[in-house]
């Protein structure tokens, strides 16, 4: 069975700071997603990336930046300059890669509660 | 626009009422699914289907019941509401060919 963990409950920084979000994953699929989605007040789930288990590559998207590493199953976030804008919740999660019968299925973590502060 | 739209987005129900939540997208997504969230415990998933006439139980299907008779539609049904069922409901829906998920904004359900 596949499973998240988010570790960190709640994350409280004052704006600038840089501050990281954990994401452990378990899943025997040897091909598979992550994604990263962010939550604002408003309530709407929105999409920040999608990463293959194939492309270990860190990526970098203006602040945002994420730390894939199959060897220790973690998929981390890291906001650089964080700002109060920031302040959601933010969500790991993991799929089975195309073709896979649980293709459609989305396993989400607990959820990081982020809250810049001015 | 394109996308998963869910109606309503709001509802209260009485306990041992039944409704409906819909969901529909327009992106001839073959992937829909349905999620409730909770605080401090995610996005679970409910039910899911591959496509239409094929629906399968995601981890919480207790109580609910999906159908999918289209492509593009994919209701779900409480049978006699709870008040374990009060929760914010999100519907997806996925292309075969890869990409990520596209979420409904969601209906935040109070059974009282």
């Known amino acids: 069975a596949q499973k998240v963990t988010q570790a960190q409950t709640e994350i409280s920084v004052v704006e600038k700071e840089d501050v990281t979000l954990d994401c452990v994953y378990e899943?025997?699929?040897?091909?598979?997603?992550l994604f990263w989605y962010k939550q604002p007040p408003s309530g709407e789930l929105v999409f920040l990336i999608r990463r293959n288990s194939f492309d270990e590559q860190n990526e970098i998207s203006g602040r945002y930046s994420w730390n894939f590493q199959k060897s220790t199953s973690s998929f981390n976030f890291t906001i650089t300059a964080s700002q109060v804008v920031d302040s959601a919740v933010y969500f790991c999660?993991?799929?089975?890669?195309?073709?896979?019968?649980?293709?459609?299925?989305?396993?989400f973590g607990q959820g990081t509660i982020l809250t810049v502060h001015p | 626009n394109a996308g998963v739209t869910q109606t309503p987005k709001f509802q209260v129900l009485k306990t041992g009422q039944s409704m409906t939540l819909q969901c529909a997208q327009d992106m001839n997504h073959e992937y829909m699914s349905w999620y409730r969230q909770d605080p401090g415990m995610g996005l679970r998933l409910i039910h899911y289907?591959?496509?239409?006439?094929?629906?399968d139980q995601g981890e919480v299907p207790n109580g609910y019941n999906v159908s999918r008779s289209t492509t593009e539609d994919f209701p779900l049904r409480l049978l006699s509401a709870a008040p374990s069922q009060t929760s914010v409901y999100f519907c997806a829906s996925r292309s075969f060919s890869g990409g990520g998920y596209t979420f409904g904004s969601g209906t935040r359900l109070t059974v009282v």
């Open positions: 289907s591959v496509g239409a006439g094929i629906t």
């Open positions: 999660a993991l799929s089975e890669a195309p073709g896979g019968t649980s293709y459609g299925k989305l396993t």
């Open positions: 899943t025997r699929d040897t091909t598979y997603y």
